[in-house]
């Protein structure tokens, strides 16, 4: 069995965080284990409250589940501030997890602040270099760059600054841009792939970043290299938004059940 791990936080919706993670693990048929570093309080309205979990509850999680089980592969997702930063950087490397997909969430979709300028700073130094795939939207990379990302010329600018910064591949995911086609970039060492699928119209999303870089994490955990995991992601997720489904009065959610 691949067993994949999240660290992320968890959503009572079931659209994003822990909840969706652990949905799109099993889709993909990887066993998921998931350790919770942020409660959050919402609803496809929007983010209520944060909750961090104590430093030494989130240390504790991670390393008595890693002291007894091998995972192929981890993602981060909702890290609240510097102390989970860098806890999570320790143990990273403590525990040799080599295949790490760094989901960089500075705001909720709905536009939650979730990190702080000096808290960026560290995930660039402590987390960006032991990532095998980081997965910035447009906002994020202009956080992690400080340039304007809003094209596609310049969605590969910043990919290759970040690139720089010590990821092994930058995914610039293009959900946000204008035009007929939701295009993502992965900047690697030698060139730049483009993965392009039609825009699905008239949705408001949410959770569609927690999804892909948890297929992402499960595809890499099944043994696929970077690129393979990203295509089968995207078509995953592309899949999952043609059939998003509204549950509440705001957002829809990505469709995770199977068939
Ligand atoms: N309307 C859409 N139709 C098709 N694909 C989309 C659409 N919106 C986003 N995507 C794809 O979904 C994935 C997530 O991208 P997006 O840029 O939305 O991430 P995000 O902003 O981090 O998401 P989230 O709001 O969940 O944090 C990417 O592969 C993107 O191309
Ligand atoms: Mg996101």
């Known amino acids: 069995m691949n067993v994949a791990l999240t660290i992320a936080g968890s959503d009572p919706t079931g659209g994003a965080g822990i909840q969706a993670d652990l949905r799109t693990f099993a889709d993909l048929n990887v066993h998921g284990t998931a350790v919770i570093a942020s409660l959050t309080i919402q609803n496809t309205l929007g983010i209520q409250e944060v909750v961090k979990i104590p430093p030494d509850l989130l240390r504790k999680q991670i390393t008595t589940l890693l002291d007894d089980i091998t995972v192929q592969a981890v993602k981060t997702g909702m890290l609240l501030d510097g102390e989970s930063i860098e806890i999570v950087g320790e143990l990273l490397k403590k525990y040799h997890l080599a295949h790490y997909v760094l989901d960089p969430i500075v705001r909720s979709s709905t536009g939650y602040p979730i990190l702080k300028k000096d808290d960026i700073e ?138």
């Not at 447009?138 to 310049?154: D, I, N, P």
């Not at 946000?176 to 993502?184: K, M, N, P, V």
């Not at 900047?187 to 949410?206: I, K, W």
């Open 122 to 259: 560290l995930l660039k130094k402590a987390l960006l270099p032991l990532a095998l795939v980081v997965t910035p939207n447009l906002k994020e990379a202009e956080a992690l760059t400080g340039l304007s990302v809003r094209t596609e010329k310049e969605m590969e600018r910043a990919g290759m600054e970040i690139h720089a910064m010590g990821p092994r591949y930058v995914l610039v995911k293009g959900g946000h841009l204008e035009g007929d086609a939701a295009l993502d970039l992965l900047v690697g060492d030698s060139e730049t792939q483009r993965f392009r699928r039609a825009r699905v119209r008239g949705r408001r999303l949410h959770g569609a970043g927690c999804v892909l870089s948890a297929a992402i994490t499960a595809g890499l955990a099944a043994g696929l290299n970077v690129p393979q995991a990203v295509r089968k992601a995207k078509g995953f997720v592309h899949q999952a938004i043609r059939t998003s489904v509204s549950i509440g009065h705001g957002r829809q959610l990505l469709n995770l059940t199977s068939e």
